[in-house]
């Protein structure tokens, strides 16, 4: 499986992103689709991840009611619109597929990643 992602940029706070994770490869073995973000000096931290079907969607606190995350299966895509952004929000975003166990929260529990979109927001 390989992931490609893709929509950081630099936004004034208050303002909206929406992040690109495409899919390719053997995708057929995920069944979860998680964002991540991490900014230098600290561990990656959880944002967000859905179910294949698009049925159950996860959420960090600090992010919930500001981003959603969707899927497009017939694209092989999954998206993060952001909006709402904040300073502290600045990160670099991976997009993650979930390799079948372990908490949806965690980064041990995702096997493929992407190579990471940096988001700049400034105040």
């Known amino acids: 499986v390989q992931l490609q992602a893709s929509g950081g940029g630099l936004v004034q706070a208050g303002g909206s992103l929406r992040l690109s994770c495409a899919a390719s490869g053997s995708i057929f073995s995920i069944n979860v689709m998680g964002w991540f973000r991490q900014t230098p000096g600290k561990e990656r931290e959880f944002v967000a991840a859905l179910t294949r079907n698009g049925a159950s969607t996860f959420y960090a606190n600090s992010v919930k009611g500001r981003f959603t995350i969707s899927r497009d299966n017939a694209k092989n895509t999954v998206y993060l619109q952001m909006n709402s952004l904040k300073p502290e929000d600045t990160a670099q975003y991976y997009c993650?597929?979930?390799?079948?166990?372990?908490?949806?929260?965690?980064?041990?529990?995702?096997?493929?990643w992407g190579q990471g979109t940096l988001v700049t927001v400034s105040s």
């Open positions: 993650a597929a979930h390799g079948g166990g372990g908490s949806l929260l965690t980064t041990s529990a995702y096997t493929y």
